[in-house]
């Protein structure tokens, strides 16, 4: 496979950062965007150092006067894949949910993908390839309490996929989903300790009796497997699989 340009949000840690060292690895040349550009220059050099080719920039997904700038800014770096992986999360009932935060999430999540794929894809037509990765969640099929924004944006993001799909259908683009369970990254450890606040346990029973407990495989997703599906969508194999839900679940939505 000829080496492609892979555009990573959210790609200075956890499983941005981990698809991006996987990728970098095949030959691709990453540019690992973040809204935190210290954090993006480390991964961008960590993935030299392992002699892979990287740049970083910094990029706030929701701001869409910056987005709208990329596309010419990387006119010598055309973006063959856009990887829409940035997130956060914030973990309240509704009733105390700050509304600033709701709209926060929505926008990094939802909002953000949808603005980074009118940057990206009128040069994915033109050159007549373009592969689109979204990191969706299993919270894009199912819901757990006190996530209602994250919930929301996340099956947001799906629908957002098949209309793109319809969408880029005359063309060489494909838009897929990546859906897993808990991958141990900074997003979860802060996300075990919020729910061992809100729901009064320990962060060993939040582990335990909450996360891993409707997952029959009990086990935590690791970024590996990720980036393997990721490699997967990205090749010519994959060209006919579009708007479709990638889900590593462990089984949980077999129940
Ligand atoms: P992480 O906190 O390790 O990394 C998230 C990255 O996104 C950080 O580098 C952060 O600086 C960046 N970011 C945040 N806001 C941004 C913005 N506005 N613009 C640009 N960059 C921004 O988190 P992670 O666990 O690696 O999560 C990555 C994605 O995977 C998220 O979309 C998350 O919802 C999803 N996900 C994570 C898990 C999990 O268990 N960790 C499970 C399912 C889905």
């Given amino acids: 496979m000829k080496p492609l340009n892979i555009f990573i949000t959210g790609g200075a840690s956890g499983i941005g950062l981990g698809i991006a060292e996987s990728l970098a690895a095949e030959g691709h040349h990453i540019i690992v965007a973040d809204i935190n550009l210290d954090a993006a220059q480390s991964a961008a050099d960590k993935i030299s150092d392992q002699g892979g080719s990287a740049q970083a920039i910094e990029v706030n997904v929701c701001d869409a006067k910056r987005v709208g700038e990329l596309a010419s800014e990387l006119k010598d770096t055309p973006v063959d894949v856009l990887v829409n992986n940035a997130g956060i999360q914030h973990v309240s009932k509704i009733e105390d949910f700050p509304p600033e935060k709701w709209q926060q999430l929505i926008n990094i999540m939802l909002v953000g993908p949808a603005l980074l ?46 209309t793109i799909a319809l969408e880029t259908g005359d063309c060489n683009v494909t838009i897929n989903t990546l859906c897993p369970a808990y991958v141990k990254t900074p997003l979860v450890e802060k996300q075990i300790a919020a729910q061992a606040k809100e729901n009064n346990m320990s962060e060993e029973d939040v582990v335990n009796k909450i996360m891993l407990e409707p997952m029959p495989k009990k086990s935590f997703i690791s970024v590996e497997e990720l980036a393997d599906t990721a490699k997967f969508l990205i090749s010519p194999s994959a060209r006919n699989i579009t708007g479709q839900t990638m889900i590593l679940d462990g089984g949980w939505t077999a129940r």
């Fill in 117 to 162: 794929t009118q940057a990206f894809l009128p040069g994915m037509r033109e050159r007549d390839f373009g592969r689109i990765v979204n990191v969706g969640s299993i919270h894009s099929v199912i819901a757990s309490p006190y996530k209602s924004a994250y919930v929301a944006a996340k099956h947001g993001l799906l629908g957002f996929a098949k």
